[in-house]
């Protein structure tokens, strides 16, 4: 259970979902054995959508881990579309190649390795989707990095805006204290940025969408 939804909810909601092919199965499979924390597949559908409504020809995904969204993401796209994609665990860089290789994909990702914070400001094109999904205590200068990187009438998405359910929440856990907090202020900033029109929507552990104005 999330903590965004009563347990009843998740579980209507879930008998509706169609079964996931063999890799992608595989990839859940993996990261729950393995506590790699990867997207909720709520979520990653929903930005499926948005990537079919919105028909980006860049995508830059701030947070690899093991190439979840990324496959994602990359499944979805069209023509010579593509998606960057950055992550500094060489753990999970690893492992994302290997399920990238699986996935037939390489033409449509490639993976950019190191620290988000040193890897954007060489980068020299922009963007007409940015999803960000990384350290917490990162958010706020990886915000400020993408609205330079993201064109005009771009989008951006943020995942785990509701955090557990523990950035509404009076009752936080003493090791969620510090990242709610980081949550909790960056949702003020991004539902404030002048440049973009945001909302956080209820969906997985809650996804900020932000089109740049």
């Given at each position: 259970?999330?903590g965004?939804?009563i347990?009843?909810q998740e579980?209507?909601?879930?008998?509706f979902?169609?079964?996931?092919?063999?890799?992608?199965?595989?990839m859940?499979?993996?990261?729950?054995?393995?506590?790699i924390p990867i997207?909720?597949?709520?979520?990653?559908?929903f930005?499926?959508?948005l990537?079919?409504?919105?028909?980006?020809?860049?995508v830059?995904?701030?947070g690899?881990?093991?190439?979840?969204?990324?496959?994602?993401?990359?499944?979805?796209?069209k023509?010579?579309?593509?998606?960057?994609?950055?992550?500094?665990s060489?753990?999970?860089?690893?492992?994302?190649k290997?399920?990238?290789?699986?996935?037939?994909?390489?033409?449509k990702?490639?993976?950019?390795?190191?620290?988000?914070?040193n890897?954007?400001?060489?980068l020299?094109k922009?963007y007409?989707?940015i999803f960000?999904?990384?350290?917490?205590?990162?958010?706020r200068?990886l915000?400020?990095?993408?609205?330079?990187?993201l064109?005009?009438?771009?989008?951006i998405?943020?995942d785990?805006?509701?955090?557990?359910?523990?950035?509404?929440?009076s009752s936080?856990?003493?090791?969620?204290?510090?990242?709610t907090?980081?949550?909790?202020?960056?949702n003020?900033?991004?539902?404030?940025?002048?440049?973009?029109?945001?909302s956080i929507?209820?969906?997985?552990d809650?996804l900020?969408?932000?089109?740049?104005?």
């Open positions: 259970m999330s965004i939804l347990l009843a579980e209507y909601i879930s008998s979902r169609k079964e996931p092919d063999e890799l992608i199965k595989e859940e499979e993996y990261a729950k054995e393995h506590n997207l909720y597949w709520q979520s990653a559908e930005i499926e959508h990537v079919k409504i919105k028909d980006p020809k860049r830059l995904e701030l690899t881990a093991i190439g979840y969204t990324t496959i994602r993401i990359a499944r979805v796209l023509g010579k579309s593509v998606i960057h994609t950055v992550e500094k060489q753990d999970n860089i690893a492992l994302a290997q399920f990238i290789s699986k996935s037939g994909m390489e033409n990702i490639k993976l950019l390795e190191g620290e988000a914070v890897v954007m400001p060489q020299k922009k007409d989707l960000l999904d990384t350290d917490k205590e990162d958010y200068r915000l400020d990095y993408s609205l330079v990187l064109k005009r009438g771009g989008m998405v943020v785990n805006l509701l955090w557990h359910g523990y950035a509404a929440s936080v856990p003493e090791k969620y204290k510090e990242s907090q980081h949550i909790r202020k960056f003020k900033i991004f539902m404030k940025q002048p440049n973009l029109k945001s929507i209820p969906v997985g809650g900020g969408i932000g089109i740049k104005e």
